[in-house]
T-cell receptor, first 113, second 111 residues
Framework: SQTIHQWPATLVQPVGSPLSLECTVEGTSNPNLYWYRQAAGRGLQLLFYSVGIGQISSEVPQNLSASRPQDRQFILSSKKLLLSDSGFYLC????????????FGSGTQLSVL | AQSVTQPDIHITVSEGASLELRCNYSYGATPYLFWYVQSPGQGLQLLLKYFSGDTLVQGIKGFEAEFKRSQSSFNLRKPSVHWSDAAEYFCAVGLNNDMRFGAGTRLTVKP
């Protein structure tokens, strides 16, 4: 069966420090991969999506970047974190178009202090 | 503009009472429709989805939702709420290779 792993679960980082969040999917090949951010009390904002290795689309300009070095690996990064980067980050995948179904990881709570 | 609206930010119901969470969308065509549930500090779990056919959709955990085209709505219902249903609920719509989420409704269950 397909599973999605996301880590770490929680992270506290100082302003200006780098960031690397990792997401991997098991049990499927060539998934579409997504990074969402959920600010406190708000809905989900799509940050990046990828339909294949090395293919990254950015939805909003920001301090973050994403990479897909392997088929089932999706990494969210930042060179220098801002206070506004705090939030709950969710990785998700779909086997087809995202409008059909998304399956989510357990999330990473990032606090930038 | 395309949008997904969940009018209720927070709802409180007593355990055993019925529940209805509202969702309205604004799209040019009928999108795919979803309800997700999120427990604190967790990812989102799919409760149910509507693609076509019968407008009353059954999901997991005793939830159901009804698609009403004339009202552009996809409200989530449960006849008898359990304390474990306390969570955040998100309506989502999928159209044209895109998935958009509502802002969520937080459900509190009173004993």
């Amino acid at each position: 069966s397909q599973t999605i792993h996301q880590w770490p679960a929680t992270l506290v980082q100082p302003v200006g420090s780098p960031l690397s969040l990792e997401c991997t999917v098991e049990g499927t090949s060539n998934p579409n991969l997504y990074w969402y951010r959920q600010a406190a009390g708000r809905g989900l904002q799509l940050l990046f999506y990828s339909v294949g290795i090395g293919q990254i689309s950015s939805e909003v300009p920001q301090n973050l970047s994403a990479s897909r070095p392997q088929d089932r690996q999706f990494i969210l990064s930042s060179k220098k974190l801002l206070l506004s980067d705090s939030g709950f980050y969710l990785c998700a995948w779909s086997s087809g178009p995202p409008n059909e179904k998304l399956l989510f990881g357990s999330g990473t709570q990032l606090s930038v202090l | 503009a395309q949008s997904v609206t969940q009018p209720d930010i927070h709802i409180t119901v007593s355990e055993g009472a019925s529940l209805e969470l509202r969702c309205n969308y604004s799209y040019g065509a009928t999108p795919y429709l979803f309800w997700y549930v999120q427990s604190p500090g967790q990812g989102l779990q799919l409760l149910l989805k509507y693609f076509s056919g019968d407008t009353l959709v059954q999901g997991i955990k005793g939830f159901e939702a009804e698609f009403k085209r004339s009202q552009s709505s996809f409200n989530l219902r449960k006849p008898s709420v359990h304390w474990s249903d306390a969570a955040e609920y998100f309506c989502a719509v999928g159209l044209n290779n895109d998935m958009r989420f509502g802002a969520g409704t937080r459900l509190t269950v009173k004993p």
